[in-house]
């Protein structure tokens, strides 16, 4: 059953003529935003039906790139208006529709914010109390062999807890675990994992186990959903497959000794690309446990094909980049497609950890999350003393930087080759939009995101990635625009 839950919106009826040579109509307009950065507005939509007759047709509308809506040619009358988004379908999960007036010739506003990750966790679990720090894995099970609901499964969940012991102030390691079982319509529920955690999920049902994935959310979030599916006939026996723990134990293994060679009717095909967006050959392409290997061909394209059915991991590995494990739903006699991202090993000088809280919570937050980004700190930085912000590009893959000073314009090389209108990558500085590369300088910024690829940027900057995006965090103290100044590294006048 679909939940209803109140958000923050906004109403405000604003009158205003419309052409002269137009029809008795009015029109509405307004503004969406989302609260959650790792997710797009541009995937919600807007819906309003005219409440005066049961027969009234339905008008949805989708956002632009800014959050801005329009529909034109509204009947006079009374209307509800309603917004949703995949993340609230999915969570199953709907908003109270609102009620506002459409009058001729006129045109009336309702802007509305997207509700927070914490009003979607408290919405997924009402009635519970979850402490700061906890979040929510929602999903459905599903019977891969018919794609029926997959009634009284088990999802477990496992993690690694750590923490320091009060009487020898050591730092303990925990392996934690708990379970659900699916409901009737298969959807589960998980209240309270912890955020930031890496999530190890597993579905159990009658002996049977589906392949282990892995999952974060963070607090910005709130809560995330994870389908789950096993074939009831050809899963492996949980005697067969790797437990929670014992997976747990092994996180980063990518060892086949020990894997089943298990086969099926599905497939998966796609393409494998670099973050310059040149697609990569050879690389070696398997799935977990699956007996079926193959390598990517000269225009980096793969098929794979007698898989097994149900939730499996894609394996994709290429000398020189970090392993690559996606999630992908198989089903026997059909075929899936995902296109993999590979991004190169990038070597440090040392780690330090420190038991302090990160200064720059977003930056270290992205860099956490996306591995399909590249990132600069303030150490790696002040390293390369450069002149200029530009000058700090020479070693960040799948940019080119064009001129000098105030002139100079970076631009992804992917953009390069498919779009040759582009002229400057998107820049944020401390989330707006607008700058110029060299407004600041080097020692003025504590972080640099760098995303190359408009198909693997975070949603956030979905409309706004086409010629590549670049995301500076200034520093705390000192923060003020300084002129350019100096040649760039990589460029030229």
């Excluded at 609102?98 to 914490?118: C, M, N, Q, V």
């Excluded at 890496?198 to 589906?210: I, P």
């Excluded at 296109?339 to 040392?350: A, E, Y």
């Excluded at 530009?390 to 960040?396: E, G, K, P």
């Amino acid at each position: 059953m679909r939940t209803h839950f109140a958000a923050a919106i906004g109403l405000v009826i604003v009158a205003g003529p419309l052409g002269a040579q137009g029809p008795a109509v009015g029109s509405l307009h307004g503004l969406l935003r989302e609260q959650v950065g790792t997710r797009s507005v541009r995937s919600a939509y807007v819906s309003v039906v005219r409440v005066e007759s049961e027969s009234s047709r339905t008008f949805n509308a989708r956002p632009d790139d800014h959050g801005q809506y329009r529909l034109d040619s509204l009947l006079p009358g009374r209307y509800l208006v309603q917004v949703s988004s995949p993340t609230l379908d999915s969570l199953e999960l709907s908003l109270p529709p609102e009620r506002i007036e459409i009058a001729a010739g006129k045109t009336s506003r309702f802007d509305f914010t997207l509700p927070s990750g914490t009003k979607l966790r408290d919405a997924v679990c009402q009635g519970l109390h979850l402490a700061e720090g906890k979040v929510v894995v929602a999903g459905r099970a599903l019977n891969a062999d018919t794609d029926e609901p997959l009634a009284g499964a088990e999802v477990v969940v496992g993690w690694i807890h750590n923490f320091i012991d009060k009487t020898s102030l050591k730092i303990v390691t925990q392996k934690r675990a708990t379970s659900v079982k699916a409901g009737p319509d298969g959807s589960y529920r998980m209240c309270g994992v912890p955020s930031g955690a890496d999530l190890s999920l597993q579905l159990q049902h009658a002996g049977r186990a589906g392949a282990v994935i892995h999952v974060a959310v963070t607090d910005d979030e709130g809560a995330v959903v994870r389908d789950l599916s096993l074939s009831p006939t050809t899963s492996p026996t949980q005697a067969a497959l790797d437990s929670v723990s014992r997976k747990l134990s092994v996180v980063g293994r990518d060892s086949t000794r020990e894997e089943l060679q298990l086969v099926g009717t599905a497939s998966v095909s796609g393409a494998v690309r670099s973050l310059t967006g040149e697609l990569v050959s050879d690389a070696e392409v398997r799935v977990r446990d699956a007996r079926s290997t193959t390598v990517t061909d000269s225009a980096g394209r793969f098929t794979l094909t007698a898989l097994p059915a149900g939730t499996q991991l894609l394996l994709v590995r290429k000398l020189g980049f970090p392993l690559v494990e996606i999630p992908v739903e198989l089903r026997a006699g059909r075929s899936a497609s995902h296109d993999v991202l590979l991004r190169r090993n990038v070597v440090l000088d040392s780690v330090h950890v420190v038991g302090t809280r990160p200064e720059y919570l977003e930056f270290e937050r992205n860099r956490r999350m996306h591995a399909f980004g590249q990132f600069l700190d303030a150490e790696q930085i002040d390293k390369m003393r450069a002149t200029e912000v530009a000058d700090l590009f020479i070693d960040v893959l799948g940019f080119t930087v064009f001129g000098n000073g105030s002139e100079a314009r970076i631009i992804s090389n992917s953009a390069l080759a498919r779009h040759p209108e582009c002229r400057s990558a998107t820049i944020y500085v401390n989330g707006s939009e607008g700058w110029r590369l060299n407004n600041f300088a080097p020692s003025q910024i504590a972080g640099i995101e760098a995303y190359a690829d408009e198909t693997f940027v975070p949603a956030r900057f979905e409309g706004q990635s086409k010629c590549g995006v670049i995301v500076i965090w200034l520093r705390k103290a000192g923060n003020k625009p300084m002129p350019p100044m100096g040649l760039s590294g990589n460029g030229y006048p």
